[in-house]
T-cell receptor, first 114, second 115 residues
Framework: GENVEQHPSTLSVQEGDSAVIKCTYSDSASNYFPWYKQELGKGPQLIIDIRSNVGEKKDQRIAVTLNKTAKHFSLHITETQPEDSAVYFCAAYNAKTSYDKVIFGPGTSLSVIP | NAGVMQNPRHLVRRRGQEARLRCSPMKGHSHVYWYRQLPEEGLKFMVYLQKENIIDESGMPKERFSAEFPKEGPSILRIQQVVRGDSAAYFC?????????????FGAGSRLTVL
C-alpha cells in the first residue's frame, strides 16, 4: 500500500518569507496529490492539488511541484502571512482506479511569526 | 450549499459508555469516509462507505467500532464501551463518486473526550 512521508513536522518562518513542505510517496501508481490545510479546531480544507501529468501548478501565493521519478512533491508558500499558520497535510493516491484509499502524510505545523 | 455536516461537534463520555457520531455528506455526494486524528497526530483512515455498503474498513479497530451509512439518513460511527484512548477528533469526508474520480470534502469534525 501507499506510504506518505512529510517533512518537516514543524516549521516557523517570519512573515513575508517563503515556506516549503516536502512529501515523498512509495506507490508509483499514485497519480493525484492534494494538499490540505487544517486550521485550529477545523476540518482539513483542500488548498491545491496536482496530477501526475503536470510538473508544477500555481495558485496565487501557493504552488506545488511534482517529481515523479523521485516520487516526491512539495508545497511552496511565498510571502507568508499570519493566516497561513496551520497544519498542512499532503496525500497521494491513484485517481484512475474506481477506489483508492486516501493516505495522508503526518502533517506539518506551520507558524508564521508576525 | 451546506458542506459536510458532523454532529455533535463535541462529545464527552465516561469509560464504558457508547459514542455515536453522525455525518451528513454534501448534497449530491454518496461516498463517505471516516478518519481519526489523535492529538498532535495526522489523519488515519478508518472506513469508507457508500449507501448501505461498507467498501473498506481496513482502518477500523476490530472491536467496539462500527460504521453504517443507511439508505436514509446520515452515516454513523459508533464506538461501544469507550476507553480513554478513543479520545480524538473524528473527521468525516464525502465525495461525489469513488475516490478515483473525486476529491474529498471534510467536515469540521467531532471531538470525543473520554473521562
Amino acid at each position: 500500500g501507499e506510504n506518505v512521508e512529510q517533512h518537516p513536522s514543524t516549521l516557523s518562518v517570519q512573515e513575508g518569507d517563503s515556506a516549503v513542505i516536502k512529501c515523498t510517496y512509495s506507490d508509483s501508481a499514485s497519480n493525484y496529490f492534494p494538499w490540505y490545510k487544517q486550521e485550529l479546531g477545523k476540518g482539513p480544507q483542500l488548498i491545491i492539488d496536482i496530477r501526475s501529468n503536470v510538473g508544477e501548478k500555481k495558485d496565487q501565493r501557493i504552488a506545488v511541484t511534482l517529481n515523479k521519478t523521485a516520487k516526491h512533491f512539495s508545497l511552496h508558500i511565498t510571502e507568508t502571512q499570519p493566516e497561513d499558520s496551520a497544519v498542512y497535510f499532503c496525500a497521494a493516491y491513484n485517481a484512475k482506479t474506481s477506489y483508492d484509499k486516501v493516505i495522508f502524510g503526518p502533517g506539518t505545523s506551520l507558524s508564521v511569526i508576525p | 450549499n451546506a458542506g459536510v455536516m458532523q454532529n455533535p461537534r463535541h462529545l464527552v463520555r465516561r469509560r464504558g459508555q457508547e459514542a455515536r457520531l453522525r455525518c451528513s455528506p454534501m448534497k449530491g455526494h454518496s461516498h463517505v469516509y471516516w478518519y481519526r486524528q489523535l492529538p498532535e497526530e495526522g489523519l488515519k483512515f478508518m472506513v469508507y462507505l457508500q449507501k448501505e455498503n461498507i467498501i473498506d474498513e481496513s482502518g477500523m479497530p476490530k472491536e467496539r467500532f462500527s460504521a453504517e451509512f443507511p439508505k436514509e439518513g446520515p452515516s454513523i460511527l459508533r464506538i461501544q464501551q469507550v476507553v480513554r484512548g478513543d479520545s480524538a477528533a473524528y473527521f468525516c469526508a464525502s465525495s461525489r463518486g469513488a475516490t478515483g474520480a473525486n476529491v474529498l470534502t471534510f467536515g469540521a469534525g467531532s471531538r470525543l473526550t473520554v473521562l
